[in-house]
C-alpha cells in the first residue's frame, strides 16, 4: 500500500482533520516545496517521524523520507517503505512536537538546538540528523511559506466557521 501523501488532508487515527489542520498545512505545503525542488534536502539519508501533539495529546504522525540525491523526497502520513535495495541502513529520527511550536519551528522562531535543550521538542535518534532537519525547512521557504501557510489556515478556518 502506498503511503497517502498529505495533500489528501487525511491524518492517523488518533487524531482528526480539525485538530490538525495548522500541522496539515504546514505539511502539505513542505511536500509541495519538496516535490518542486527535491534537492532542497541535499545529501541528507534519513526517516523522520513527527508525532505532532496538541495540547500534551499525541494527535497526529507525518513521516518524512529523506534518501539523498537518489530519489524524490517523501512526506506521508503513513509510514513509507524505505525498501531493502541498499545494504547501508537509514537513520531513523522521531520527533514530538506540540502544534504550536511546529509553526515556530518551520518559521524559524525556535531553532533547533533550543527545541531540543528547552525540551519543546523530543528527539529520539542522531540528534545531528535531527537538527539537519532544521536546514531543510529553511531551504524549503521557512518564513515566507509558513506565513502563506498561516494566511491560508486561517483563511479557510474563518470560511469553516461561517
Known amino acids: 500500500?502506498?503511503?497517502?501523501?498529505?495533500?489528501?488532508?487525511?491524518?492517523?487515527?488518533?487524531?482528526?482533520?480539525?485538530?490538525?489542520?495548522?500541522?496539515?498545512?504546514?505539511?502539505?505545503?513542505?511536500?509541495?516545496?519538496?516535490?518542486?525542488?527535491?534537492r532542497l534536502v541535499g545529501s541528507l539519508r534519513a526517516l523522520f517521524c513527527i508525532r505532532v501533539t496538541r495540547r500534551g495529546l499525541r494527535k497526529g504522525e507525518w513521516y518524512l523520507l529523506c534518501r539523498g540525491q537518489t530519489s524524490p523526497p517523501l512526506v506521508s502520513?503513513?509510514?513509507?517503505?524505505?525498501?531493502?535495495?541498499?545494504?547501508?541502513?537509514?537513520?531513523?529520527?522521531m520527533i514530538e512536537i506540540d502544534q504550536r511550536d511546529l509553526f515556530n519551528f518551520f518559521s524559524g522562531g525556535l531553532n533547533s538546538y533550543k527545541a531540543i535543550t528547552t525540551g519543546r521538542v523530543r528527539v529520539a535518534g542522531d540528534l545531528t540528523v535531527a537538527m539537519a532537519l532544521e536546514d531543510v525547512f529553511r531551504k524549503a521557504g521557512g518564513v515566507e511559506k509558513t506565513m502563506q501557510s498561516l494566511r491560508m489556515y486561517e483563511q479557510t478556518r474563518a470560511t469553516s466557521k461561517l
Open 77 to 93: 502520513t503513513a509510514m513509507p517503505s524505505v525498501g531493502h535495495e541498499r545494504k547501508e541502513k537509514l537513520p531513523v529520527v
Open 1 to 38: 500500500m502506498a503511503p497517502t501523501r498529505t495533500n489528501s488532508a487525511s491524518t492517523t487515527a488518533s487524531g482528526n482533520a480539525g485538530d490538525l489542520s495548522l500541522a496539515t498545512t504546514l505539511f502539505t505545503e513542505l511536500d509541495r516545496e519538496l516535490q518542486a525542488n527535491p
